[in-house]
């Protein structure tokens, strides 16, 4: 088997085993071969997908028989010695299922077998995309909230900014009111006597010239 056969092999393996859900079957056996059949037994629902794969340590050929519980169905297949031995089955029996498997010399194999419900998986992954379907509506609005947060801060800013230059411009007012006033009290406090200087003056009599 080459290196790159086995690397797939294990990144599938990798992907499977991270993706696991609760009614999902997933067994990795090393299995001891000797020139003779070894059966054991795995258990699956009638709703499963099955998928077995044998890896043998060294280049020899296997074969492979899987039997439903009942002996309705029996299948086998014989792969080469240079590469993995694939069986894909959907099952139709709830049950313990037998699996043989055969090699023409002693042995040392690694059994992969992964079972999993089709229509669970089509559930989850429509829960997935509901999932992402909300995360992205909920990334719309908190794009629309951060936009509105800016126009709020914006529209603080601009009243601020006015709030100011009224305060700046009473301030100017109140400033020039205090001026006019000084101004006019002194302008008042200096006029004052003369007014009545002038007046007393309009009015005065010399005495020779009455």
């Known amino acids: 088997m080459s290196a790159i056969s086995h690397l797939l092999l294990y ?3 990798i992907i499977v085993f991270s993706n696991l859900l609760p009614d999902d079957v997933f067994e990795t056996i090393i299995i001891a071969l000797d020139s003779r059949m070894s059966c054991f037994y795995q258990t699956l629902k009638d709703t ?4 077995i794969v044998v ?11 899987l039997t439903s519980p009942s002996g309705g169905f029996s299948k086998w297949k014989e792969g ?23 090699a023409p010399i002693p042995a040392t194999v ?5 079972a999993y419900d089709v229509k669970v998986r089509l559930e989850d992954r429509k829960r997935i995309a509901r999932g992402s379907d909300m995360a992205e509506s909920m990334a719309e609005k908190v794009v629309v909230l951060k936009d509105k947060m800016n ?5 603080v800013v601009r009243r601020n900014k006015i709030y100011h230059r009224d305060e700046q411009m009473q301030h100017k007012n109140s400033v020039f009111i205090m001026v006019y006033v000084v101004l006019f009290c002194v302008a008042a406090a200096i006029t004052s006597p003369i007014q009545v200087v ?4 309009m009015f005065h009599c010399t005495p020779g010239r009455v």
């Open 11 to 13: 990144c599938q393996i």
């Open 80 to 102: 080469n010695s240079t590469s993995p031995l694939v069986m894909k089955h959907e099952a139709k029996e709830n049950g313990d299922y037998e699996l043989c498997i055969t």
């Open 48 to 51: 499963h997908n099955v998928s």
């Open 198 to 201: 002038v007046v007393r003056r």
């Open 151 to 155: 126009e709020i801060e914006m529209s």
């Open 55 to 65: 890896e043998p340590a060294t280049e020899v050929k296997l074969g492979l028989r």
């Open 110 to 114: 690694l059994l992969h077998i992964f």
